[in-house]
Each structure stands twice: as structure tokens, then as C-alpha cells.
């Protein structure tokens, strides 16, 4: 794709295009609400203090345990002279059973579940995991879907062939039946998720870039890096893929909504991450068991999973549009 | 027409040996062999080593790992998939067993989806760029967007446990056995209505939107505006010239949603207990019932290579420019 007459470059057309729908816009500024909260999850829901005032002067409890793995082990109160809590004052695991099953309003702003936990806080630390997940598989699968792509579209022939062979193969194995069998025989967490969504759904851009670099590997700059002596891996790493790299960006943005799906998916079925670590999956699978009166459970999280999939797919399908030369 | 099928079906048989090797690699490359893991489990300990020589022998686990690959690979092409470690069954039985009840639901929503996602795409893409057609267009992404698994828990909120209309779960009632015939079809229907719900709404999502960005694509070729040249109404048009040619690309839609619907049925038949494939993977997953593990992820597979295949075989006869070569790259 050129850049039109005007001198505006690409990402500037395709930005000035993308922003012309008013809800794919607003679907991109949740989709970066959202990775703030995940972010900042440990600074916005915490029983930790954001700011106190000890004897041994002024601290900041939450966020000076940002990295620590399980913050919340209890540690005697120290009086204080001044305290300013987070946002949402609970730990997304801090148990209470005497505040079990409350709903939303009253102390809790959506309620708590059967372990007296807040929903918020929570589903603001479930966000984390939703979000490293759809990353960092999608980046997995961007890499070896770049290369296998490259490398079919690139040299073609029997390299070709047998990539396209490969990516018949893995579709079809049926999606879940891949993941579901990886993680649980690799045994469940975080990172066993994002490799085997990252190893499974690496195909669609494969795909994209083999068709991109097939379209574009005699073209003018390529010709004449290769006569200037350019080895193959420079051709198509410096000159290439970054040419390639849009169409494949649109679908990464579908890849992330399916990882979030599937992440959530797998915690539901309990073979996602390991509890107590909060996921909105898993919560949701907390909500079946009381799903006769316990309505919150089974609303806020899955209005969650739904937006931010939602969201991730809008952008995707406004992204593909604005990119379409045909749309203008 | 004959050299295209050879090619393809040369291609299913080579896609299914790789099939097989990619399940073989990565149930084989699970830390321990599955009688370590097994024994692991069950918390068994000071087995004679004798003994698991012994087991490890009548599983053909002893041999070198090539071997071990055929043996499976001929066993596997005559359905002998050994015998299930939880159930302590064959394989074959259980997956037989499974199948029609799988086989049900997934046609049903098939069925379901197509007749109401298909005409709901044709008529949007005929209506493009009205309020109504991007309205619809942001409606079906909402709805391809939705957990299937959050939408069973709100349908089972309300139908089930607020209004008690319908089942929470199962096939049919306890009671089944002493209803007459057409008490026991209700109570059948009655079973059906919620998982079949969760399964159809994001697949009628699915073949609205294809078939909706087939038509797109069919109107804007020139055979369209030929015929809209020489003066054919807008209807005509669309019955006559485009709604036939946008029907051919859904042919392969059949290939893309057997797999979809196979993942779907893991999660639907887990949350409302139907007794089908589904269901049986995900037990057979908890329990590491390797037998049942192979045997699924290739029978899954291998429907999906067939599905496929009939897709392409369909599509060469209904678009001549496949069969006679042109396009093949």
C-alpha cells in the first residue's frame, strides 16, 4: 500500500480511516482503559494502604510490594497516623467469611463471593491475567506465524509446500481439543496457556504473511537489496516483514479477543490458572454453584470477558476496514 | 476433474499421517510415560519393577518410539484405539457410544445457524450501507463476542432456576424410563433447548457474517453490473445473478465449522452434563486417560480432514474454475 498523493503516510491514513467509526474509537480507548487497570491492578485494589504515616515516617504499602509474587501475606497492623487507602480497598484474595455472599452495594460495590472476597478488586486483578494472556500468546503466535509465513512466501516452492502442509495439519485439530490437551498434560498455568494458544493459533498469520510476501518479494526495494548484495534474512527481515506487518496486525487484534476467550474458557473448566489467582473464568465457574441467588457471580465477570473480546474484535474489523483500499 | 481429486485426496492421506505424528509427538512428550503418571496418580508406590516391565510391555511401551508410532497407526485405522484406563473399556465402545449424542446437538445447531444466519447475511449485505446493515454488522460481532459458556450460566439462571421451565442439566429426567413415548420426546426437546441455544448464537453469527461478505463480494464483480446494464431490476439482480454465486463460497464454511463446533461441544457438554464426545474429553483430560486423549484428538481430527475434503470436492463441482486448474496457486 502506497501513501496517497498528499504525503500522509500509511499508519496516518489508516488512523484518519479507523477514526472515522465513533464506536471502534471508543472500543480502543476501553481496550487501553483497560490494560491501565491491569497495569496499575495492584495500586487500585489493595488493602494496603496507597499512602500511611507510620512512627518511621511516610510509606506507600501498595505499591511498594508491586512485585512481590503473593502480597498478601498477613502482616501485623502498624499504627498509623495517617492512611490513604487505594481505590478499592481489598486484595483480590483477601478472605472474610463474614462478609460471604454480599451484594453489590453496602461495603462492596459489586459484591463479594462465597470466600467474603470483593468482586472488584478481584475482577481488576483477573483483567491482569486476561490481558498478559491475549499478549503474549498473540505475540507467540505472531513470531512463529511471521516466520513460517516468511519463509513459504519468501522462497515458495518446497519450502512453500511444506508450510502449507504444516498449517493444514494443525487446523484441524479442533481449537480446544489442542489447548485443552496441552495445558492439562503440560500441567496448568499461566504460561502453559499463553505457549499452547501461542503454538496453536499461529496459522492465520502465517497465512498473511505468506500471501503478503508472495505479493511483494519481486517488487522494486527488494530487487535491489538483493542486487546490493542483501542476504536472504536481511531481505526479509529489514525490507519485507515490516511491509507485511498490517494485515497481519489486524488479525493478531481477532487473536487476542480468542485468547481472552480461551483463557477464560479454560479457567471456567478449571484447567486454567491455578487458584486462588483471580481469573474471569474462574470466577465465573465460582458462580454456578450459587447461582440461585448469587446473580453478581455470574454478571459482572462475564460482562467483562464479553466487553473486552468485544472491544479487541471491534478494533480488529475497523482496523481491517480502514486499511481496505476498497472502503475508501 | 480426476487429477484434482487424486491431488486432494493424496493430500487428506499425507495431512492425516501428519495427524497421527503430531498427536504421537505430543502425547509422548509429556514428562513420564503415561504408566509413571498413572501410577503417580493413583498414589501407588513400591510396585514391583518386574510388574511394570510387565505393563509397560502389554502397552508397547517398551519398544523404541517409531515402533511404538506404527503400532498405533495400524491399530488406529481399524478403530482399535486399546482400551480406556479409567473405564477399563475399549476405546471404540465409548467414542461409538458418544458420538450420536454429539452428533445430535451439533446438528441441530448446525441446522439452527444456517437457516437463520444465512438469509439474515444475504439480506444485510443486500441492504448495505443503510443504518439497518452496519446496525446488524456490529450486532453480530456482539454476539461473536459472547462466552458461550457465560450465556449457559445466565440461561440456566433464568430458565432454569428463577422460572424452572427447563432442565439444569442431563439428557433426560430420572424419570425417563416410565414416561410414554411422547412424554419422553417433551422431556427430550426439553433437554435440548438450552445447550442447543448456546451452541447456535455465535455460529448464526458466523454464517451471517460470511454469507454477508460473500454477497458483498459477488455484487462487486462485473457480471453484476452487466446485468444491471441490460436493464434487470434490483431483486432480479439479487435472485437471479448474485444470491447463487455468493452460495458457493459457504461451501467451505462447512469444513470451518465442524472443528468450531467440536470445541464448542467440550464446554456445553460439560457445563449441562451431555453425555456426548465433548464430555468425554474433558473427563478423560482430568483423569489423564491417555487412550481416550489419542483416540479423540484424532478421531476430531480426522472429521474435520473429511469435512473438509467433502468441502473441496463440493466446491470443484460447483466452480468449474477449480476443477479445470485455474486459481490452483
Redesign the interface.
Known amino acids: 500500500m502506497r501513501s496517497s498523493a498528499t504525503g500522509e503516510s500509511q499508519w496516518g491514513l489508516t488512523w484518519r480511516r479507523f477514526r472515522r467509526s465513533r464506536l471502534a474509537t471508543f472500543a480502543l480507548a476501553y481496550v487501553g482503559l483497560m490494560a491501565i487497570v491491569a497495569v496499575l491492578a495492584p495500586v487500585l485494589a489493595n488493602r494496603k494502604p496507597l499512602l500511611q504515616r507510620t512512627a518511621s515516617g511516610w510509606s506507600f504499602p501498595a505499591i511498594a510490594d508491586y512485585w512481590v509474587s503473593d502480597p498478601d501475606i498477613e502482616v501485623a497492623p502498624v499504627p498509623t497516623t495517617f492512611t490513604l487507602p487505594t481505590p478499592i480497598p481489598f486484595s483480590p484474595n483477601s478472605v472474610d467469611l463474614t462478609e460471604r455472599l454480599q451484594p453489590p452495594g453496602g461495603g462492596h460495590l459489586l459484591g463479594t463471593d462465597d470466600l467474603g472476597r470483593d468482586i472488584v478488586a478481584r475482577m481488576i486483578h483477573g483483567a491482569r491475567v486476561s490481558l498478559a494472556v491475549g499478549l503474549f500468546a498473540t505475540l507467540i503466535s505472531l513470531v512463529i506465524g511471521s516466520l513460517f509465513g516468511a519463509v513459504a512466501g519468501y522462497y515458495g516452492g518446497a519450502a512453500d509446500w511444506i508450510v502449507s502442509r504444516v498449517i493444514e495439519i494443525v487446523l484441524c485439530f479442533p481449537f480446544l481439543f489442542l489447548v485443552l490437551g496441552i495445558v492439562a498434560l503440560f500441567r496448568p498455568s499461566i504460561w502453559t496457556i499463553m505457549i499452547a494458544l501461542g503454538l496453536t493459533s499461529w496459522t492465520n498469520e502465517a497465512r498473511y504473511v505468506r500471501g503478503e510476501l508472495l505479493r511483494i518479494r519481486e517488487v522494486e526495494y527488494a530487487q535491489a537489496a538483493r542486487a546490493s548484495g542483501a542476504r536472504d534474512a536481511r531481505i526479509i527481515f529489514r525490507h519485507l516483514l515490516p511491509n507485511a506487518l498490517a494485515p497481519v496486525l489486524v488479525s493478531s487484534s481477532f487473536g487476542v479477543a480468542v485468547a481472552i476467550l480461551t483463557e477464560s474458557a479454560l479457567s471456567f473448566l478449571g484447567l486454567g490458572v491455578p487458584l486462588p489467582t483471580a481469573s474471569w473464568g474462574s470466577m465465573l465457574s465460582k458462580a454456578y454453584e450459587h447461582i440461585e441467588y448469587a446473580w453478581w457471580l455470574v454478571l459482572f465477570p462475564g460482562l467483562a470477558i464479553f466487553s473486552t473480546v468485544a472491544a479487541f474484535n471491534i478494533v480488529g474489523e475497523r482496523f481491517r476496514e480502514a486499511l481496505d483500499p476498497r472502503s475508501e | 476433474m480426476t487429477t484434482y481429486l487424486v491431488r486432494r485426496l493424496l493430500?487428506a492421506l499425507?495431512?492425516f499421517l501428519?495427524?497421527t505424528v503430531?498427536t504421537f509427538t505430543?502425547?509422548h512428550s509429556?514428562?513420564g510415560d503415561p504408566i509413571t503418571v498413572i501410577i503417580g496418580r493413583a498414589g501407588l508406590s513400591g510396585i514391583a519393577p518386574e510388574t511394570l516391565a510387565r505393563i509397560r510391555a502389554e502397552f508397547h511401551l517398551d519398544k523404541p518410539l517409531p515402533e511404538q508410532y506404527l503400532h498405533w497407526v495400524r491399530s488406529a485405522v481399524t478403530f482399535d484405539f486399546g482400551t480406556s484406563i479409567v473405564e477399563r473399556r475399549p476405546v471404540r465402545t465409548i467414542i461409538f457410544e458418544k458420538l450420536p449424542n454429539t452428533f445430535q446437538l451439533n446438528l441441530i445447531a448446525f441446522l439452527l445457524a444456517a437457516s437463520l444466519g444465512v438469509p439474515i447475511g444475504l439480506w444485510s449485505a443486500s441492504r448495505s450501507g443503510r443504518l439497518t446493515e452496519r446496525a446488524s454488522a456490529?450486532g453480530f460481532?456482539?454476539l461473536?463476542?459472547?462466552?458461550?459458556?457465560?450465556v449457559a450460566?445466565?440461561l440456566?439462571?433464568y430458565f432454569s432456576?428463577r422460572w424452572n421451565v427447563l432442565p439444569l442439566f442431563g439428557m433426560t429426567s430420572d424419570a425417563y424410563v416410565d414416561m410414554g413415548t411422547g412424554g419422553q420426546l417433551a422431556d427430550r426437546v426439553k433437554h435440548l433447548v438450552l445447550p442447543v441455544l448456546t451452541l447456535t448464537y455465535a455460529q448464526l453469527a458466523i454464517f451471517a457474517r460470511f454469507s454477508k461478505s460473500a454477497l458483498t463480494e459477488v455484487i462487486?464483480q462485473d457480471f453484476i453490473t452487466a446485468a444491471r446494464a441490460k436493464g434487470a431490476g434490483t431483486v432480479a439482480v439479487l435472485w437471479n445473478h448474485a444470491f447463487r454465486n455468493a452460495l458457493i463460497p459457504m461451501i467451505t464454511l462447512l469444513g470451518l465449522t465442524?472443528?468450531?463446533l467440536?470445541?464448542?461441544s467440550?464446554?456445553v457438554e460439560?457445563?449441562f452434563q451431555w453425555d456426548g464426545i465433548g464430555l468425554l474429553?474433558?473427563n478423560a483430560?482430568?483423569a489423564?486417560d491417555y487412550p481416550v486423549?489419542m483416540a479423540?484428538?484424532v478421531v476430531?481430527?480426522?472429521v474435520?480432514?473429511l469435512a473438509?475434503l467433502l468441502a473441496d470436492i463440493l466446491y470443484a463441482f460447483a466452480d468449474p474454475r477449480v476443477r479445470l486448474g485455474e486459481g490452483a496457486q
Not at chain 2, 461473536?144 to 457465560?150: A, H, K, R, V
Open positions: 493430500y499425507l495431512t501428519g495427524i503430531a505430543l502425547i509429556v514428562p456490529v460481532f456482539l461473536y463476542s459472547l462466552p458461550s459458556f457465560w450460566l445466565i440456566i439462571q432456576v462487486r465442524i472443528p468450531y467440536l470445541s464448542g467440550v464446554i460439560q457445563i474429553y474433558y483430560i482430568l489423564r486423549i479423540l484428538t476430531t481430527a480426522v474435520t480432514l473438509s
